[in-house]
Nanobody, 115 residues
């Protein structure tokens, strides 16, 4: 069982920035990959960014150049830096951890982009 603790969501104006954090209950190197997903009201959950155990990053065109996923090994934390936020980025953001057998999800953190 992997517990994921997310933090960093909130209300921000368009064009602003936020950084989300996700701390897993076991070492990042015991996890095959971690990622951030989001779900807006009435929409399906979608990938925002993913980083593999080897450090390979995957993200959709909608956030490339604005969002960056990274990890701090010493702090055992995965981050999502979000810049140039748009109202359409408003959603609940979820951290996900993939082991060899199971996918685990965090509780989600709300990000609202509004003036």
């Amino acid at each position: 069982q992997v517990q994921l603790v997310e933090s960093g969501g909130g209300l921000v104006q368009p064009g602003g920035s936020l950084r989300l954090s996700c701390v897993p209950s076991l070492s990042i190197f015991a996890i095959n990959g971690m990622g951030w997903y989001r779900q807006a009201p009435g929409k399906q959950r979608e990938l925002v960014a993913y980083i593999s155990i080897g450090g390979r990053v995957n993200s959709p065109d909608s956030v490339k150049g604005r969002f960056t996923i990274s990890r701090d090994i010493a702090k055992n934390t995965v981050y999502l830096q979000m810049n140039s936020l748009k109202p359409e980025d408003t959603a609940v953001y979820y951290c996900k951890a993939d082991t060899s057998t199971t996918a685990y999800w965090g509780q989600g953190t709300q990000v609202t982009v509004s003036s």
